[in-house]
């Protein structure tokens, strides 16, 4: 069996689809089943050695800027013309691959089977989070993408029990759970000292804080947050600054105010974007990781928390309750006196962030790339 991935989220600046991407690739060839796994980008196909030769862009990076013009210019011509060349070149291309799997929603036309990863339905059940371009083009091209899939995977039972809720006309047996992995040889409990003083000197941080780690949007309930965090005692506050890490998105002016107002009482840290190989490390560094999101399709963050040994405040929401189990301080997120009771109860109780890290270890233990790699070469089989 030959697998061709959409390799697009990859090569850019990477967030959750792109490292998911990427280690589903990962995961694939090392399970030996597979004859070859190609990465389909804008320009090419690659192998993994060959991806690996090729810096993915960073936020300010010429082609991320200059794509990032167009798209404000020309949002629907450049979309349009991106998409019918990729489908063109995709096209031609899947012809010697068994399965071509999508990994970002909208799969484009191919000669060969379609797989198609959905990671959520905010565009449906949380619009006013997302651009609402990307609402319209979704609404416009996810049925029928689906529809015209041999396989759905659906990253969490939540998530595929949205899918089928929203899409009724899909087969359930043709929807697949894969549950993420997280990668334990660099999301681990075992601290080192040095490492997380040469952090904390590189990011300007205190030896205790609170850590908010991904990009910095309205779904990810950042104003909720700092209007909880606002809340706490003035103690725990100097004791436990808020770390703000990662790069703002789209709808941060949203949450600029209450963040700058606690920032201007150096009660706030913002970080920007944070290279890969930091986050462990930061993640072990603090001492509550924050994770309050209105809505998720899995969570991956606060399970790579959990295995690094992090005590997780998490949203009450149903896929994140899946993923942590028992392993986490729940809060509604909708509610900053809420948050703010349950910091509280985190920064204050050394023997609850204790046990809850304990808790967090030996949950996110059987989450692994592995075996995400295994339950997705069902679907393939299924599909082919």
């Known amino acids: 069996m030959r697998i061709l ?26 399970t030996g089943q597979v004859e070859a796994v190609g990465l389909a980008t804008a320009t090419r196909l ?30 629907r011509l450049g979309r349009g013309m ?6 063109v070149r995709v096209h031609w291309a899947s012809r010697d691959w068994s399965i071509f799997h999508e990994t970002n929603y909208v799969g484009p036309r191919v000669a060969c089977p379609l797989v198609t990863t959905v990671a959520d339905l905010c565009y449906m059940r949380y619009p006013q989070f997302m651009p609402s371009g990307r609402c319209d083009w979704l609404r416009a091209n996810l049925a029928r993408s689906l529809e015209r899939s041999r396989a759905v995977v659906a990253i969490s039972r939540f998530t595929r ?43 300007g941080l205190p030896p205790r804080f609170v850590l908010y780690l991904g990009t910095l949007e309205p779904r990810k309930n950042l104003q909720g947050l700092a209007d909880g965090y606002a809340l706490l005692p003035r103690e725990l506050q100097q004791e436990f600054p808020l770390v703000l890490a990662g790069t703002p998105g789209w709808g941060s002016g949203y949450f600029h105010e209450s963040i700058e107002r606690l ?64 392993a986490a301080e729940y809060v509604e997120p909708d509610s900053p006196d809420d948050i703010a009771a349950g910091l509280a109860r985190l920064l204050e109780q050394d023997e609850r962030r204790a046990r809850l890290a304990s808790l967090s270890i030996e949950r996110a233990a059987p989450f692994t790339w592995a075996r995400c790699g295994e339950a997705t070469l069902a679907a393939y089989r299924a599909a082919a």
């Open 5 to 30: 991935l959409n390799g697009v989220p990859v090569v850019r600046q990477r967030t959750g689809i792109g490292w998911y991407t990427l280690r589903l690739a990962q995961a694939l060839e090392a």
């Open 46 to 75: 690659l192998t993994l050695s060959q991806l690996q030769m090729l810096a993915p862009e960073s936020p300010g990076s010429g082609h991320a800027a200059a794509r990032r013009l167009v798209g404000r210019i020309l949002p």
């Open 82 to 87: 991106a998409g019918w060349l990729r489908t």
């Open 161 to 203: 029990d949205e899918i089928l809720d929203c899409f009724p006309q899909i087969d359930p047996a043709r929807v697949f759970t894969t549950a993420l992995g997280v990668d334990h040889e660099t999301f681990h409990p075992r601290r080192d000292e040095a490492e997380a003083a040469a952090l904390r000197e590189q990011y």
């Open 263 to 326: 920032r201007q009482q150096g009660l706030v840290r913002l970080t920007g974007y944070v290279p890969q190989q930091d986050v462990p490390g930061l993640m072990r560094a603090a001492s509550v990781f924050c994770f309050p999101s209105f809505y998720e399709g899995f969570g991956l963050p606060a399970l790579e928390a959990a295995a690094c040994g992090t005590p997780v405040l998490s949203a009450a929401i149903e896929p994140l309750r899946e993923i942590l189990g028992e």
